[in-house]
């Protein structure tokens, strides 16, 4: 990462170095062109001074056909100045070349003539002078003498002469001739030269006829050709190096002002994205067709998706609930046209894992940078919560109101049952004084006796029941005793048995034997036993065929459970909770206390009450009671 950074840091760098290999390749360039420009200066120089020499020795051969020619015409003739000097070929070769012509007795070497005359011929004295010779029948020699000067001037071609210091130098490296008067040698430094060996046709001596030894030709490059390009070259690679330095300093100093503004871009964007990560308002930005643009990390938590699985979606959502969603495509069309409620509205919505999320939507304009609208933007509160609370709060208000009915109807039936129980004693006083009067009058008749029995009976069960109601009521602790639960239930189906009978309803009952004992308040149970078998019949009422209750006792674990079960028309659908609820009833002159009562009865002896569907239709209620504790731990 840091070795990525310091790259991009040191990107301005690259027009830099690429410039300056530039201006490296270039320079090596010129100076390969230079070395190939020298290399053909040399091999033109070379060829030159080949071609020079080459041009000197058929001079120099010319010159000496001439003097054959010469030779031939003077043979026989006697030697004098005036043979010679009215000779052409002599006025012909002292125009040309030749410094003078001597005529000289072969066997004494002595002067016999001479043109032009000595002191003429001292012109080209100050150099060396070189001779070429002829011999003439029948006993003469022609020595021409010519200065090595004349012969370089007019035998070199002009343009090589404009171009070359064109020299004879001997072996000791002395100038013997130039063709030009003032060399430019020693001023101006080494300059390129070549030597070629032109010994061959020169003579210094007539006499002697010795050869100059180690002469040579040679050339010197007067004025070495200028190179264009190099100059040129340093020229522009001169300007050009400021100007990458300058360009190069501007792209440093641009790409740190862009790279501060990524990095400035770069920190507000990660800023906006955490603030918008962690506020605790779900965000979600649309387009006016509904697909998601945009969601923040609380509406990801919300609805349990990631990002990826959103953004782009059109509806219907993925968190919609499955059995609302025409509700919701709705709601979302309404929100769309810009007609959702400024003061937000509620919607339900479907966490991934299933859980319902209660939601307030707020949905206002998606404004772009241009001030355009662009979509909607949506703020989302999860009121799950609150809603879960605001329920509680709901049902505790509920809870309080009936509690209150409760307690003002325990007033109600405290108070009638303390009115109930004078009355009830009086009927049970009166019933048992009637028998005793019928008894002492002799009256033997069963059936009035009978009935007066049942009704003393039955008076003193109801001031019993009154009793335990009033107590209960008044919130009083049952009273708790050993009880045999299938002598309880004996009891009760005992005084329900007559009014089976005349309802037409068949009465089943199976107790285990050997029930263990409970402890619980007998009355009160069989008030509960009571009341489950009545409205088991009164279910049955509208019953058409056979109408069965089937009441059973048995030991679950460490419960004893008694069921009650009727082939009515069952609960169709509504469960324990809704059937206990107080003031509850679907009977016409139902008070809906009954199941209220009971399980509050069967709560306080820690048991359960509880109702279903029985198996083949009907209803089953059931509770059970703890075993005593006696008998539990054996
Ligand atoms: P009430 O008897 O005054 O209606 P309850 O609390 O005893 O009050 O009963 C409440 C309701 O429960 C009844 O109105 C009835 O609709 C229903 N219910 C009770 N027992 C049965 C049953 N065995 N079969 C069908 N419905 C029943």
Known sequence: MKLRELLIRSLWLAPLGLSLIFVLGVLAWVRANEAEEQEQQRQTLISDALSTEAQLRDRIDEEQAHLRQLAAGLAGQKPSVATLAA?????????RLWLAVTWLDSRSNRVLAEVPAESEANRYEDGLSLHLTARVAPDGVLVVRYAPALLLKRGVPWWLARKYDVQLVDSADQVIASSTESPLRAAQGPRPSYRVALTGPLRASPLTQATLTDAALELTVREPAANAIRPLAWVLVAGFLPLIAVASWLLRRQMRQVQRAEVAGRTEAAWRRAMEDSALVALRARDFDGRLLY????????????????????????????????????RNRRNLAGHAPREGYEARWRHSSGRMVDVMVFESPLVDAG???IGWMGSIIDITERKRLEDRERRQVETLAHNARLTMLGEIASTLAHELNQPLTAIASYGAGITNSLAKLGVQDELVLGALQRLGQQATQAGRIVARIREFLTRREPRHERCDLNEVVSAALELLQRDCQQRGVALKVSLAPGVPAVLAD???IEQVVINLVRNAADALQAHGGSRRIAVSSRVVGEFVRIDVQDNGPGLAGRRVEQLCAPFYSTKADGMGMGLAICRSIIEAHQGVLDASEAAGGGALFSFSLPLSREVVNG
């Open 87 to 95: 000779h052409p070929e002599v006025n012909a070769g002292l125009r």
């Open 522 to 524: 007998a009355v009160l």
């Open 295 to 330: 969601v923040n990390r609380t509406f990801c938590d919300m609805v349990g998706l990631a990002p990826e699985a959103l953004v782009g979606q059109l509806p219907p959502m993925p968190y919609w609930p499955p059995d609302a969603h025409e509700e919701m495509a709705e």
């Open 371 to 373: 001030g355009r609208q």
